[in-house]
């Protein structure tokens, strides 16, 4: 199969006219997001535009140092922009969540490029680099939901967490609850698009493959495989992300601390 057709800047400029057509709904029906959103496109082109020369760059060196700092930086990324949605105090939350994101892309990279892919070089920039991204990416959103749902549980019904902690004298047992409710609506999504992918959605992935020249078989087979990893990664990041933090944010009696949240 041939190459992904290439897009010219020309074509590219163009495809941004398609904006207009929200642009005028949101005008016409008076829903003042206009802003919002032109900010959001400005970002998202410029973000992309340094990220695309940053890549080449990177992907031509292909140094395991540069590649890890540029994961790294994705990863320090992903915690703070965690720590702003969720209103979180980072001095400390900062060390937890950045010991759960470590841990669950050692494990999902260790499996999928070392055991799946059997790379040479396991820190191959054009796999290392996506691929991590992809698990990180994913992580955020179902992070933000999971323990949004976590400490706002905590901090909000915190006299049924004493009564369970008096009534069962553990702490694990008491916390029980929070946690499950914490997973389940921080994977439920990840859940919904695993049970309709094929169906009612094609993955960017194997989108991304079959443009650039591989057989749908192929493209279907790394969707699988990088959706496992995707889930697997996420659920590793939530589930420690709880557990180290719980670590930090109670006292030596079982309390709650008062400065968990940010004042709103």
């Known amino acids: 199969m041939n190459s992904a057709t290439d897009i010219s800047i020309w074509e590219l400029a163009s495809g941004l006219l398609l904006f207009i057509i929200p642009i005028t709904l949101f005008y016409i029906y008076k829903i003042w997001i206009i802003k919002d959103v032109l900010i959001g496109l400005i970002r998202m082109l410029i973000q992309l535009s340094l ?10 060196l292909n140094n395991a140092w540069l590649n890890s700092l540029w ?7 992903g915690i703070f922009t965690t720590i702003r949605r969720v209103a979180l105090n980072w001095r400390m939350f900062l060390l937890p969540l950045l010991l759960a994101s470590l841990t669950s892309v050692f494990i999902v990279d260790l499996f999928f490029l070392g055991w799946v892919l059997k790379l040479d070089y396991f820190f191959e920039a054009r796999y290392f680099i996506p691929i991590t991204g992809m698990v990180l990416g994913n992580a955020l959103n179902h992070n933000i939901v999971g323990l949004t749902t976590y400490f706002k549980g905590l901090t909000d019904k915190s006299d049924l967490y004493m009564f369970l902690l008096s009534n069962t004298g553990s702490k694990k047992l008491a916390l029980r609850p929070f946690i499950n409710d914490a997973i389940k ?4 999504p990840m859940i919904a698009t695993m049970s309709v992918i094929g169906l009612i959605s094609l993955p960017g992935m194997m989108t991304g493959q079959i443009l650039g020249g591989s057989s749908p078989v192929t493209a279907i087979k790394y969707q699988i495989m990088i959706m496992i990893a995707i889930f697997v990664g996420c659920t590793i990041n939530l589930f420690l992300s709880i557990l180290f933090s719980n670590r930090f944010i109670f006292d030596a009696y079982s309390n709650l601390k008062a400065n968990i949240l940010k004042k709103m």
Do not use: K, P, T
Not at 185 to 188: D, P
């Open 71 to 77: 994961v790294m930086v994705m990863i320090m990324v």
């Open 51 to 60: 990220v695309a020369l940053y890549l080449e760059w990177i992907f031509e």
């Open 185 to 188: 609506q921080g994977l439920n």
